[in-house]
């Protein structure tokens, strides 16, 4: 998670850390064993494989750019530049 310390608080990133960011990977990662122990042949692709098929496009559309948005921020982070 990128943030910018100078400007917020350490109590701040806590706090979302533990009310936003915590149960979001906590139902994810549940959602995907409960999908995998319906499934196990889907052991490869369980992430893409467990997301249903009306909201499948948004969704790669929204871990593509994540993704790159990512990166990016690592780049900024190793080359020095804020």
């Known amino acids: 998670m990128y943030i910018n310390v100078e ?3 350490w109590c701040d990133l806590q706090l979302s850390n533990l009310g936003l960011v ?8 549940l ?7 319906k499934h196990p042949e889907a052991i490869g692709a ?5 997301v249903p098929h009306p ?13 790159i948005i990512a990166s990016q921020v690592q ?7 804020d």
Request: net charge positive; hydrophobic share 60%.
């Open 31 to 37: 959602g995907q064993a409960a999908f995998l122990i």
């Open 22 to 29: 915590w149960p979001s990977l906590l139902l994810t990662y």
């Open 46 to 50: 369980a992430y893409y494989a467990s």
């Open 55 to 67: 909201v499948f496009w948004p969704m790669f559309i929204i871990a593509v750019l994540a993704t």
């Open 7 to 9: 400007l917020t608080d």
């Open 75 to 81: 780049r900024r982070l190793a080359t020095g530049l």
